[in-house]
């Protein structure tokens, strides 16, 4: 079970209306690498993890990683706030405008809505806990470029506190992969 805290994990501060940089942000909102995936991803590998510990950390991971959902959802509505039908069509936002008005739908940076598809559970550990591994550095790197796309100095320390947590995200899931690793070994689990 999951208990809710009425809070951001992080702050979010945005100092202007940016509409495209809103729609840029999908990409870790909606897309195939984005923190939506990451959530959904590691809550259903839990299962068939073959120790308490690895099932421990991708349940605390895809946790977090719900709660980095909540905060760049938060960044895109706080980036949207306000903004009028002409403002958006005039921003490339039209047919977004025309779908969900300002709802904050999950879509990547193009308006392909969120699959499934996108993540994998093979129920092989090892192979699991590598897709893991690249898919923290994809969010590392698609974090780095959405960096490099705002001048807006409250969304870049938002969004470097999270490129961070894909950093350590990426040597915990290595630390997993070698006890799990070990562990097979022991049990000559093949
Ligand atoms: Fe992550």
Redesign the pocket.
């Given at each position: 079970m999951w208990l809710y805290e009425k809070k951001l994990q992080y702050p979010v501060r945005v100092y202007n209306r940016d509409l495209r940089m809103a729609k840029f942000l999908m990409a870790q909102y909606g897309g195939p690498d984005s923190e939506l995936s990451?959530a959904v991803r590691y809550l259903t590998q839990r299962y068939t993890m073959p120790t308490n510990k690895a099932k421990g950390l991708l349940t605390d991971?895809g946790t977090e990683?719900l709660a980095?959902w909540e905060i760049i959802g938060t960044m895109i509505y706080r980036l949207l706030q306000g903004a009028t039908p002409e403002q958006l069509r005039r921003e490339g936002l039209g047919s977004y405008f025309a779908l969900h008005d300002q709802a904050v739908y999950p879509a990547d940076a193009n308006g392909v809505p969120w699959t499934a598809a996108y993540i994998q559970a093979t129920g092989d550990p090892v192979a699991d806990l590598h897709e893991n591994l690249a898919a923290?550095q994809k969010?590392r790197a698609t974090y780095e470029r959405l960096i490099r796309l705002t001048d807006d100095p409250g969304v870049k320390d938002t969004l470097r506190f999270l490129r961070e947590?894909?950093v350590v995200?990426f040597q915990r899931f290595g630390e997993a992969l070698n006890d799990v690793q070990e562990e097979m070994a022991r049990k000559k689990i093949f």
């Open positions: 990451a991971i990683e980095h923290e969010a947590r894909e995200h």
